[in-house]
């Protein structure tokens, strides 16, 4: 039935805005933190109006019945609705002043505007100011999905709601599974913050928290505020209590405080900093326990890792560690870490790329924390190095010429310390075809060192001259072929590599740097030198050959699939040795084999590597890996690593939601890793999610190893996390269960 409107022209009042206002679409709440809420029983944002809207806003009422009290003053009846811009107001009964745009509203009166709504018996509001009381009220906030009871519901202008004696949560209507209770709620809505005083929070009607003072986001802008705290035990730390304070600094800097309680232990500080500018970004990491309980002295943790990008041509790269002790990780740390840290790094270097080189400053040391080890056996520092490397491509006749230079200063405590330069020229006749290719090359490698004291009787100088020649070469054949209806390009590359350096004398010279290449990875076997480091360039006369096949996307180009297997062939043996070790008389080194697939079945990732011994003919190292990751909330992970006398493990992980409906659903992670050698658990854990629209719980259980003595570590976390209140900080710090599964490294 169409309702009877008294239309009042004198005074204005019948004008629609021009592109007038509309309820705003329901928000899609699907992959957010309100995704089980369903309706959410709140009337739709509002968008707020510009500035120059709000000028040209005029007033419309409507109701059923109307009365006229002098020039100024109208009673309403029936119906009531008034609008103005984005404020709307609907009650039983009504009287509006037009001098000063107030209405005084009496039976079933709501109100809303943009970011608020607000139900009483009867209230008082101000339409130009945007001032207004109301007593016994209900609010809501629509942008945040909160709503409350209060005593008092102050409006004290268009960015700023005042509640007394208030409730706040945000669970859907009729549910009250947490509850804030304060005596004073201030609402800013224009900075997306609310702050309580006098607070006490609720959860099944059971009081859990006390605080004189809280703030908590009106929107999902960044603040400032606790995060969700967790509460956990373990053998190492007892009881362990963890509280977190986000500092929200400016928009490109942030900070977050964790106090950590442990009964065992004490109390412990953690910290981190982070900064994003155009030209670097870095984080600052700090744990700090005062008076180790059981250990009686302090431990302490800092590292700081910054990179800088100034340009498109000049970078830097700052990475400091300090540590305490070398157990720090193992006893207060909740994660499986390596087991015994020896030293860490302390890393600056600045790099600059040309177009035809690139050069590189860089200062390293290591910290030492296990103090057991013997001077001679604790890394060198390098104090500085410079490294230079460049290249001038397609010169006269084709030739492309290379310089690759170093000078770095090793000092060591107790230890023979020197200077250091390597210099390497070269040059190479890339001959490209369409379908091959053949690149010659020769180089000569030269490297000088000058000792400061060296034993007596020894030289202070010693050097080392040795020519490299080699010969790049491979084919590429490629066919169209097809995948369950999908066209692909099969490819097929064989390359043949090889590699003659003459044997040089080099017992003679120290080892600062330098290690054995792993020739367990395919690119390992294209090398010129056998060695990491400049202190040995290995002599070989050798050829690999390697056969790769792979399928293209035929129109995006997308690798799907990938296949390498490669070896060298040996025509002599090799007598550059590191010490301790015997000459090299095989004919040829290992079969190393390559696999990798990205999508080949959809949502499957794999890859695998195997080293097979061509001596034994047993396999000296496999590895395997499985994905399945059809979407981010399940994931699937399977992994096997062997390697003869050394380790064999598997690690099966997953992330699989278990339930769920409109209202509530159940997530679940675990692990286990397992060393089939030891037969021993390396880690295990099993944690459960119960999520809710307004509030969820965590449970996670976790054993892992924690030393070589074979010692474990029990580890319970529980977490419950009030969804609006407690998690105010950046989406990064909302994990969830998934955290639980961030990568780790472990080392027999």
């Given at each position: ?271 981190e900093f982070r900064y994003l500018y155009p030209t670097n970004q870095g984080t600052m990491d700090l ?194 072929a097809d995948w369950g209806g999908t066209p692909l390009v099969h490819t097929l590359e064989p390359r ?253």
């Amino acid at each position: 039935m169409r309702r009877n409107t008294h239309i009042l022209p004198s005074l204005g009042l019948i004008c629609l805005l021009s592109g007038g206002y509309s309820a705003a679409q329901g928000a899609d709440f699907t992959d957010s933190e309100w995704a089980l809420c369903g309706e959410p029983g709140h009337a739709p944002a509002i968008p707020r109006p510009t500035a120059e809207e709000l000028e040209q806003a005029e007033t419309r009422l409507s109701a059923d019945q109307s009365e006229v009290l002098g020039k100024e003053i109208f009673n309403f009846s029936g119906d009531v609705e008034v609008h103005r811009a984005d404020q709307e107001l609907l009650s039983d009964r009504a009287r509006y002043n037009r001098s000063d745009a107030t209405v005084e509203a009496e039976g079933n009166v709501r109100y809303t505007q943009s970011g608020l709504g607000v139900e009483a018996d009867s209230g008082f509001f101000n339409l130009d100011t945007r001032e207004g009381r109301a007593d016994s009220a209900r609010y809501r906030l629509p942008d945040k999905h909160a709503r409350g009871k209060a005593d008092t519901v102050l409006l004290e202008g268009p960015d700023q709601t005042r509640l007394k004696g208030a409730t706040y949560t945000t669970c859907n209507p009729g549910k009250e599974d947490w509850l804030l209770h304060s005596s004073n709620i201030k609402l800013d809505h224009k900075e997306g913050v609310g702050v309580a005083r006098n607070v006490w929070v609720g959860f099944k009607g059971v009081p859990i928290f006390y605080s004189p003072y809280m703030s908590f986001p009106l929107d999902d802008r960044r603040k400032s505020g606790f995060l969700t705290p967790s509460l956990g035990t373990s053998n190492e730390v007892g009881t362990d209590i963890r509280i977190p304070y986000y500092f929200n600094l400016d928009p490109n800097r942030d900070a977050t405080l964790t106090l950590r309680n442990t009964t065992r232990r004490g109390q412990q500080l953690l910290g981190e900093f982070r900064y994003l500018y155009p030209t670097n970004q870095g984080t600052m990491d700090l744990g700090y326990l005062p008076d180790d309980k059981i250990r009686g002295k302090d431990r302490a943790l800092f590292s700081f890792k910054d990179q800088g990008h100034y340009g498109n041509r000049l970078t830097s790269n700052i990475n400091f560690n300090y540590l305490s002790d070398r157990n720090y990780f193992e006893e207060l740390g909740d994660n499986l870490k390596t087991s015994s840290i020896t030293h860490v790094e302390r890393l600056g270097e600045i790099t600059y790329r040309a177009d035809l080189w690139t050069a590189t400053a860089r200062l390293q040391g290591f910290q030492t924390v296990d103090q057991t080890l013997a001077p001679s056996s604790r890394p060198y520092q390098r104090l500085p190095q410079l490294l230079f490397s460049g290249s001038l491509p397609d010169q006269g006749y084709g030739p492309r010429y290379t310089l690759s230079g170093e000078y770095v200063r090793f000092n060591q405590a107790s230890s023979v310390t020197a200077d250091r330069i390597d210099l390497q020229p070269g040059v190479q006749l890339p001959l490209n075809a369409r379908a091959a290719y053949l690149t010659p090359g020769v180089s000569l490698r030269h490297t000088q060192y000058a000792f400061d004291n060296r034993s007596a009787g020894l030289d202070n100088h010693a050097s080392r001259t040795v020519p490299i020649a080699n010969l790049d070469s491979g084919v590429f054949f490629e066919r169209n072929a097809d995948w369950g209806g999908t066209p692909l390009v099969h490819t097929l590359e064989p390359r043949l590599y090889y590699l003659y350096v003459p044997f040089r004398g080099q017992t003679g010279l120290p080892n600062f740097d330098t290690g054995a290449l792993d020739l367990g990875v395919l690119s390992n076997l294209f090398q010129s030198n056998r060695f990491s480091g400049a202190d040995r360039v290995g002599d070989a006369n050798q050829a690999t050959y390697a056969l790769t096949t792979r399928l293209l996307h035929e129109q995006t180009g997308a690798e799907l699939l990938r296949a390498s297997v490669g070896q060298i062939h040996y025509f002599s043996e090799r007598k550059v040795t590191l010490s301790g070790t015997a000459e090299e008389r095989s004919v040829t080194s290992n079969i190393v084999g390559e696999l990798s697939s990205t999508d080949l079945v959809q949502h499957w990732r794999a890859n695998a590597g195997v080293v097979l011994n061509s001596q034994t003919d047993y396999f000296d190292k496999t590895t395997f890996g499985l994905r399945y990751n059809p979407d981010k909330y399940r994931v699937l992970d399977l992994s096997y690593r062997f390697q003869r006398d050394s380790l064999e493990q598997t690690d099966i992980s997953a992330l699989w939601p278990l339930a769920r409906n409109q209202e509530r659903q159940w997530n679940a992670v675990a692990r286990w890793n397992y060393s089939l050698r030891d037969n021993l658990t390396l880690e295990a854990l099993g944690g459960v999610e119960y999520d809710t629209c307004c509030w969820t719980v965590r449970l996670a259980a976790r054993r892992f190893l924690n030393s070589t003595a074979g010692a474990t570590n029990d580890a319970i976390l529980l977490q419950l996390e009030l969804k609006g209140l407690s998690s105010v900080g950046h989406k990064e710090y909302k994990k969830g269960l998934s955290g639980l599964l961030d990568p780790v490294t472990f080392q027999r």
